[in-house]
T-cell receptor
Framework: DAGVTQSPTHLIKTRGQQVTLRCSPK?????VSWYQQALGQGPQFIFQ???????QRGNFPDRFSGHQFPNYSSELNVNALLLGDSALYLC????????????FGEGSWLTVV | AQSVTQLGSHVSVSEGALVLLRCNYS??????LFWYVQYPNQGLQLLLK??????LVKGINGFEAEFKKSETSFHLTKPSAHMSDAAEYFC????????????FGKGTMLLVSP
């Protein structure tokens, strides 16, 4: 049990729409990162949040944005969806008590049609 | 910049045979290295990690990996494959800065036949 929960588990959106994905890290985890995993690929880093600030960002366009709340939970927002945004979106959080080990949630499957 | 190369997108073994999944990394600083497993339609589960110290790391489900700095490798092994090991395996590297960002390889699908 990774202790990281994500919602929704599956969703289908139409091109041009906007989507919000949610992540709740386990109590005690602080840093939250988001990854995109396209079919047949390894996860790609989108961005990372710590103390409600985005502190590192991967090579993703500004259509991808996020937020972290005071309770460390986080949202990933994607605007103007493209077919190529179809992927598994994974949230990861850091556990300081286990040497900064990174744990992943089960992911949110997004299909853009 | 860091990178990870996993040799072989698919590896097939028979049940009971040795499992060897290869991972080479590139990093300008001493790396932290990880292996994750992903079962169908699930997220990533941590198998094992190397940070510092002993270069032979033991993980869950009988897997182990050895960090070889001279070869920039972190290959994953298991002496005897089980049907339940069939999954996709990802090698990842994290630098030792304050950020916890992982760079993943493209993954290796392990197929286990009876």
């Amino acid at each position: 049990d990774a202790g990281v929960t994500q919602s929704p588990t599956h969703l289908i959106k139409t091109r041009g729409q906007q989507v919000t994905l949610r992540c709740s890290p386990k109590s005690g985890h602080d840093t939250v990162s988001w990854y995109q995993q396209a079919l047949g690929q390894g996860p790609q880093f989108i961005f990372q949040y710590y103390e409600e600030e985005e502190r590192q960002r991967g090579n993703f366009p500004d259509r991808f944005s996020g937020h972290q709340f005071p309770n460390y939970s986080s949202e990933l927002n994607v605007n103007a969806l493209l077919l190529g945004d179809s992927a598994l979106y994974l949230c990861a959080s850091r556990d300081r008590s286990s040497g900064n080990t990174i744990y992943f949630g089960e992911g949110s499957w997004l299909t853009v049609v | 910049a860091q990178s990870v190369t996993q040799l072989g997108s698919h590896v097939s073994v028979s049940e009971g045979a040795l499992v060897l999944l290869r991972c080479n990394y590139s990093s300008s600083v001493p790396p932290y290295l990880f292996w994750y497993v992903q079962y169908p339609n699930q997220g990533l589960q941590l198998l094992l990690k190397y940070t510092t110290g002993a270069t032979l790391v033991k993980g869950i489900n009988g897997f182990e990996a050895e960090f070889k700095k001279s070869e920039t490798s972190f290959h994953l092994t298991k002496p005897s494959a089980h049907m339940s090991d069939a999954a996709e395996y990802f090698c990842a590297v994290r630098d030792n800065s304050g950020y916890s960002t992982l760079t993943f390889g493209k993954g290796t699908m392990l197929l286990v036949s009876p």
